[in-house]
Nanobody
């Protein structure tokens, strides 16, 4: 299983970014996928989930109404659209899948929100 996250960068508060995650090595369209993040000095935390067919999703309270998760099963891609970014959204963002009883992670992409 491999994930390649991209799209991170530096942005001012109130700005937007879209993260992308390219997945391979498992039957992508059969599995829900999650985004997690880990801020400086913090534990890794759940951000968002999308079901295998994209029909269901869920979000952490801290990002609800600001972030939107989506997927393209034809391209094995998951996206995270992040709007109204805040300083506290600064973190490394990771894709995750639970496949064959193991958690699989990408290398992550850094998002920095600062003026």
């Amino acid at each position: 299983v491999q994930f390649a996250e991209s799209g991170g960068g530096s942005v001012e508060p109130g700005g937007s970014l879209t993260l992308s995650c390219a997945a391979s090595g498992f039957p992508f369209s059969d599995y829900g996928v999650m985004w997690y993040r880990q801020g400086p000095g913090k534990e890794r935390e759940f951000v968002a989930f999308i079901s295998s067919d994209g029909g269901g999703s869920g979000y952490a309270d801290s990002v609800k109404g600001r972030f939107i998760i989506s997927r393209d099963n034809a391209k094995n891609m998951v996206y995270l659209r992040m709007n109204s970014l805040k300083a506290e959204d600064t973190a490394v963002y990771f894709c995750n899948v639970r496949y064959r009883l193991s958690d699989w992670w990408g290398q992550g992409t850094q998002v920095t929100v600062s003026s």
